[in-house]
């Protein structure tokens, strides 16, 4: 079922911080699959250890450097919680996601693709036309983001083809993973953009992968919040070469 968040709070403009301007704690280096010309790392930085609404939920500080030499490329800070989703190794783009709150969740709100060539940053279909995902995978080779949302919904399983910046639905998305903490309970059902899911999570690769870089597999089965069904059905999705 598709979950309506149009009663939420509207999503906060990304807005980008000069570095050197916060007083900040780093914590340790991420980096993104390297390319041969360059590698990406990013740093969490004032990550607070409790989240309130309307209040800031961190920053992310992105470094590109060059593998020749180790020259700084790229720096900047974002406000909120980002990471790489990887590499397209045709284009040379990093793929960048950015976390927001919306209301009480924290979605991956915010798709931008940071260009290796030109050290640019340009929004990706995702953002521009207001998707969220609660869950996403890439490709081996980047082209592809499969994510679980919709536009100020979610519940529904699309592809982001970067090659062309364009999306495309693919049916109803898997069930939300079960949750390992016996003592939450929730009357609403367990469905994505409840309280069982109501923010963004890593989905287990045995429901939602990548057999290749055009073939998607999709594990689906009456699962409960406590546990995956042992009978599942299996759909495979072939996306354009």
Not at 38 to 44: A, C, D, G, H, I
Not at 56 to 81: C, H, M, P, V
Not at 134 to 140: E, Q
Request: hydrophobic share 35%.
């Amino acid at each position: 079922m598709v979950k309506n968040l149009v009663n939420l709070h509207p999503f906060p403009k990304v807005r980008l911080i000069l570095f050197g301007l916060l007083a900040v704690t780093i914590s340790h280096a991420k980096e993104c699959p390297k390319s041969t010309q360059t590698q990406l790392q990013y740093f969490s930085l004032n990550t607070p250890s409790i989240t309130h609404l309307d209040q800031s939920i961190g920053q992310t500080q992105f470094i590109l450097k060059s593998n020749a030499d180790g020259a700084t490329r790229f720096s900047q800070i974002y406000e909120g919680r980002w990471f790489c989703l990887g590499f397209n190794q045709a284009r040379k783009i990093y793929l960048l996601g950015g976390i927001f709150q919306i209301g009480a969740w924290l979605p991956l709100r915010s798709i931008q693709y940071l260009h290796e060539t030109t050290d640019t940053v340009t929004a990706s279909i995702f953002e521009r036309q207001g998707y969220l995902a609660n869950a996403a995978i890439v490709s081996p080779k980047g082209r592809y983001i499969v994510f679980i949302g919709g536009q100020q919904t979610t519940g529904e399983l699309y592809v982001l083809d970067t090659q062309t910046d364009s999306i495309k639905k693919l049916g109803p998305a898997p069930a939300p993973p079960p949750l390992a903490i016996d003592s939450f309970s929730s009357e609403e059902p367990f469905e994505w953009g409840t309280g069982w899911a109501d923010g963004y999570v890593e989905i287990e690769q045995n429901i939602l992968q990548f057999k290749t870089e055009h073939i998607l597999q999709v594990s689906y089965g009456k699962d409960t919040p406590r546990a995956r069904a042992k009978k599942r059905r299996i759909q495979v999705f072939k996306l354009p070469k």
